[in-house]
């Protein structure tokens, strides 16, 4: 399977401090992005960044790509109790038009 | 308003009953996919489809089989549904594959 691996599995962290999850994928990747999902609802889309960017912010969240280790990372500043969900990367490779996810880190702010 | 609908929602059924789920988007897109969910595993590809008349295998394609006769939907059947079925299924839509996604709310299965 190319399926991403994400770490940690599982965060829990007081609310106003920074989230990191880190995510590694497999193969020549055309575009990285992060979705989040809440408690088995539809997944959101949060950001894409391209094979050709290393960082990309929008708003408190920032994710760099490191595609000579094939991984990426989503950071969360500032944590909210809102932003307790589970979040997943996502990668479509270079050749091809199949979409795999990661298996998603559990984020939990305690507020 | 954009979206992606999908029906039913839930769904109790039982082995070998075939049943059909249904996905609609309303932003014209190429790009259509179906999901599936399970505790640990993420998202998983069933299949997905570039465009009108063409769909292809995703990572387990196998016991499912769509169409996709219309841009707008893309339905999702399971001619004869086992226990090992028993999941949360999504459909989305994108313009292309490597753009955003949007996803329907989710469908769960369960199959006894």
């Known amino acids: 399977s190319q399926q991403g691996e994400e770490d940690p599995q599982a965060l829990s962290i007081q609310e106003g401090e920074n989230a990191t999850m880190n995510c590694s994928y497999k193969?020549?990747?055309?575009?990285l992005q992060w979705y989040r999902q809440n408690s088995g609802r539809g997944l959101v889309h949060l950001i894409l960044?391209?094979?050709?960017?290393r960082e990309k912010h929008s708003g408190r969240l920032r994710v760099t790509l490191d595609t000579s280790k094939k991984s990426s990372s989503l950071l969360i500043t500032a944590s909210r109790a809102a932003d307790t969900a589970s979040y997943f990367c996502?990668?479509?490779?270079?050749?091809?038009?199949?979409?795999?996810f990661g298996t998603g880190t559990s984020l939990t702010v305690i507020p | 308003e954009a979206q992606v609908t999908q029906n039913p929602r839930y769904l109790i059924t039982v082995t070998g009953k075939k049943l059909t789920v249904t996905c609609s988007q309303n932003m014209n897109h190429e790009y259509m996919s179906w999901y599936r969910q399970d505790p640990g595993l993420g998202l998983r590809q069933i299949y997905y489809?570039?465009?009108?008349?063409?769909?292809d295998k995703g990572d387990v394609p196998e016991g499912y089989k769509v169409s996709r006769k219309e841009k707008r939907n893309f339905p999702l059947i399971l001619e004869s549904p086992s226990p090992n079925q028993t999941s949360l299924y999504f459909c989305a839509s994108s313009f292309s594959p490597w753009s955003e996604q949007y996803f329907g709310p989710g469908t769960r299965l369960t199959v006894t």
């Open positions: 960044i391209r094979s050709n960017e």
């Open positions: 996502a990668t479509v490779s270079f050749t091809g038009n199949q979409f795999y």
């Open positions: 489809s570039m465009n009108v008349e063409v769909t």
């Open positions: 193969t020549s990747i055309n575009n």
